[in-house]
C-alpha cells in the first residue's frame, strides 16, 4: 500500500468556490457535498481554503456578520501542495513534518485536482502501521469538554474556538447526552437561528453511543464502521464520562511499536539460548528457570526429531495443552490446517537451519483449535547447537496474533470501503475497475459503468438534520446490494453520488433493466423516525469501448451522462438514461412507489 500514489485514489471532482464568492454560499456547497473544507480557486489554481474549523473560529470572533463576506478574507494559506505522483509514504511525512492538515493536490499545470488529508493517508497505509492492538484507555481522550443540555449554542461556539476542539460533549451529573460538532455548529450559519438563544438541546446529536474504557480497538473500529461514526463516548460501568475517541485517535492507536518491540525480544531471547547454552540440557535448565516466566510468549523446546522437550506456561494457555501431554509429542502435530502443510513447512525449515548454521531462524504461521474458535499463530524457530556447532534441537516461540490479524481486517475493511454505507469505497471500486477492464479486453466483452446522483437529498439533510441523511444513504446502501448480481460492484464516490460496475453488460435493454431497478429502489420511500420521504436520481452510462478504453474516461463520461439527465429533469422531463455519446435519452419504466 506504501507503494500507492495520491492519484491512485483522488476524487475526479474537485469542490471549489472563487475567492470573491461569499463565505455563504462556500458553506452552502460544503454541507450539500458533506465534506469539511474547500477550495478557494482563482482560473482553477488554488490560493486558498476555507475549513470548518475557519469558520467557527471566525464566528466566534465576528458573529455571523461575516458570512455574506468573500471566501479570500477569511480562507487559510499559504497551502501545501504536491502532484499526484507523489507516493503515500512522502505525503504523510510532508504533512507530519510541515504540520499541516490539509494537502492539497495539483496537475503539471496548477490547476487543482484533489485534497488529501491525514485521515485519508492513515487509512491507505499498510497494515504495519496497525499491527498492535491496545484497548481504548489507552487511546482515548481523557481531557474532554462538556456543558450542560441547556447551554447555549454561542458558549460551545467560544469554547470550541478557543480551545480548538471539533467537538465536545453534553452532559447531565456526569453522563454524557450527546455531542455537539464542529458540522453542527457551522449548519447553524445557514439558517435563521439565533445563537445566542438557541441551547445545545436543540442541535447534539442524541442518544450517545458509549463504549468501554476496556474494549479492544479494533472492535471499536468496527462499531465505527458499522453505524457510521467519527466518534465514540468512553464511560464507566456508571455511564460517567471517561474519554472520547476519534478516527484519528483509533488510527493511531494502532502502531507498529509493539511488535517490533516484540520482535526484539524474541531476538535478544534466542540470542542468550545459543550464548548459554552447551546442550540440550543447558538448553532446558535455562528454559526452566528463565523462560518459564514468560508471560506473553509461547516457547518449546524440541530435539532434531522436533519431539517436544519443554513447553512453557505460556505455550501451554496459547494451545489450550498442558505441558505433560504434549512433553514427548512431535510439535508437527499441533495444526489445525491441511494434513501435511505444517509438516512440510518444519521439514523444509529445519533443513534451511541446518545449512545455514547457527544465528539463523525462519518464521511461519499456522492455525490451531477448531474452526469456531481457531486461533492464528505465529512461529519462529531456531536451531540449538552445541559447543562443537552440532545441532542438537530447536526453540520455537510461538506468538497469537489472532487479535492482530482482527485488527488488520477490520483497517483493511475500512480502507477500502465508505465507513457509512460499507460500500466499497472510490479505491476498491477503482481496483476492480482495472481487473475487470483487462478481462473485458482480454475476452472481447462489453462492460457498463453506471453513475447515479440523488435528487432532493439536500432537502432531507435540511429539514430533518444529517442523521437522517445517514439513515437514508444506509438502507439506500442495503437495496443496492440486494438487486444486484454476485459480479457486479457498487461504490459510494462520496455525499450522494454511486457509482455501478457491471461486467459483461453492453446491449441496451440491459442497460434500461438495470437502470430502472437503480431507481426503482431510489424512488420507494423510507421511514425515518417515523416519516416517510421520498426522493429520486438521475442515472447516466457509459459503455467499455465505444465510450472509453481507460478506467478514467470511462467514469468521466459516466459521470457526464449522469449530469446530463439531471438537467433533462430540472427541465421537466421524466425519468430517463442517458447514455455518452448517445444524444438522444432512453426513457425509463419506473414502478409506482
Known amino acids: 500500500m506504501l507503494g500507492k500514489q495520491l492519484k491512485d485514489f483522488l476524487s475526479p471532482r474537485v469542490f471549489g468556490v472563487s475567492p470573491d464568492a461569499p463565505v455563504r454560499d462556500a458553506l452552502k456547497v460544503m454541507r450539500s ?55 503515500l509514504y512522502e505525503a504523510y511525512n510532508l504533512l507530519t513534518t510541515q504540520r499541516y492538515r490539509h ?31 491496545k484497548n481504548l484507555a489507552a487511546i482515548m481522550t481523557r481531557d474532554v469538554e462538556t456543558l450542560p443540555a441547556t447551554a447555549l449554542v454561542r458558549e460551545a461556539l467560544t469554547l470550541m474556538a478557543g480551545q480548538g476542539l471539533s467537538c465536545l460533549v453534553v452532559t447531565q451529573e456526569g453522563m454524557p447526552e450527546g455531542i455537539v460538532s464542529e458540522r453542527d455548529v457551522t449548519s447553524l450559519m445557514l439558517g435563521s437561528q439565533d445563537l445566542e438563544t438557541l441551547a445545545l438541546a436543540d442541535i447534539m446529536s442524541s442518544p450517545v453511543l458509549s463504549v468501554p474504557p476496556d474494549l479492544p480497538v479494533h472492535e471499536a473500529a468496527e462499531i465505527m464502521r458499522r453505524n457510521g461514526f467519527r466518534r465514540l463516548v468512553v464511560t464507566n460501568d456508571n455511564h460517567e464520562l471517561l474519554g472520547l475517541v476519534t478516527q484519528s485517535d483509533i488510527v493511531r492507536g494502532l502502531e507498529g511499536s509493539y511488535v517490533d518491540t516484540l520482535r526484539r525480544i524474541l531476538e535478544e531471547k534466542e540470542s542468550r539460548l545459543q550464548d548459554i547454552g552447551r546442550d540440550l540440557a543447558q538448553k532446558e535448565l535455562f528454559l526452566e528457570h528463565i523462560l518459564h516466566s514468560s508471560t506473553h510468549m509461547g516457547i518449546a523446546a524440541t530435539d532434531t526429531d522436533f519431539m517436544i522437550t519443554y513447553f512453557n506456561p505460556s505455550a501451554e494457555k496459547m ?109 476498491l471500486f477503482n481496483d476492480r475497475l482495472e481487473l475487470e477492464l483487462a478481462r473485458a479486453a482480454r475476452n472481447r466483452h462489453p462492460l457498463a459503468l453506471m453513475a447515479l446522483d440523488l435528487d432532493r437529498f439536500k432537502e432531507v439533510n435540511d429539514t430533518m438534520g444529517h442523521q437522517a441523511g445517514d439513515h437514508l444513504l444506509k438502507e439506500l446502501g442495503r437495496r443496492f446490494n440486494l438487486l444486484l448480481r454476485q459480479s457486479d460492484t457498487v461504490a459510494r464516490f462520496g455525499g450522494d453520488e454511486f457509482v455501478f460496475l457491471l461486467p459483461e453488460v453492453g446491449d441496451t435493454e440491459d442497460l434500461l433493466s438495470v437502470a430502472e431497478k437503480i431507481l426503482d429502489a431510489v424512488s420507494e420511500p423510507f421511514i425515518i423516525s417515523g416519516k416517510e420521504v421520498a426522493i429520486s436520481g438521475s442515472v447516466g452510462g457509459a459503455v467499455f469501448p465505444q465510450d472509453g478504453d481507460n478506467s478514467d474516461i470511462l467514469v468521466r463520461n459516466a459521470d457526464r451522462a449522469m449530469y446530463a439527465a439531471k438537467e433533462h429533469g430540472r427541465n421537466g422531463g421524466g425519468a430517463v438514461l442517458y447514455l455518452y455519446n448517445q444524444a438522444t435519452p432512453l426513457p425509463l419504466a419506473l414502478s409506482e412507489p
Request: net charge negative.
Open 33 to 87: 457535498a458533506n465534506i469539511s473544507c474547500i477550495l478557494v480557486l482563482d482560473a482553477q489554481r488554488p490560493v486558498g481554503i476555507l475549513t470548518e474549523r475557519t469558520i467557527l473560529l471566525t464566528a466566534a470572533r465576528q458573529g455571523a456578520s461575516f458570512m455574506d463576506s468573500p471566501v479570500s478574507g477569511v480562507m487559510s494559506g499559504p497551502l501545501l501542495t504536491a502532484t499526484g505522483d507523489m507516493f
Open 319 to 427: 494451545l489450550g495443552l498442558p505441558s505433560a501431554q504434549v512433553v514427548g509429542r512431535n510439535a508437527k502435530d499441533f495444526h489445525s490446517g491441511p494434513d501435511n502443510i505444517l509438516h512440510n513447512k518444519m521439514d523444509e525449515v529445519a533443513a534451511l537451519i541446518r545449512d545455514e548454521g547457527p544465528g539463523s531462524g525462519h518464521i511461519f504461521g499456522f492455525e490451531h483449535g477448531d474452526p469456531a474458535e481457531e486461533r492464528h499463530i505465529q512461529a519462529r524457530i531456531s536451531g540449538i547447537w552445541d559447543g562443537s556447532s552440532l545441532l542438537v534441537g530447536f526453540v520455537l516461540m510461538l506468538n497469537d496474533i489472532t487479535d492482530q490479524k482482527k485488527a488488520e481486517d477490520t483497517i483493511r475493511h475500512m480502507a477500502y470501503h465508505d465507513m457509512l454505507t460499507g460500500l466499497p469505497n472510490r479505491l
Open 103 to 133: 494537502l492539497v493536490i495539483v496537475d503539471a499545470m496548477g490547476f487543482a485536482v484533489g485534497v488529501v488529508t491525514m485521515s485519508d493517508l492513515i487509512s491507505r497505509l499498510g497494515m504495519e502501521c496497525f499491527a498492535h492492538v
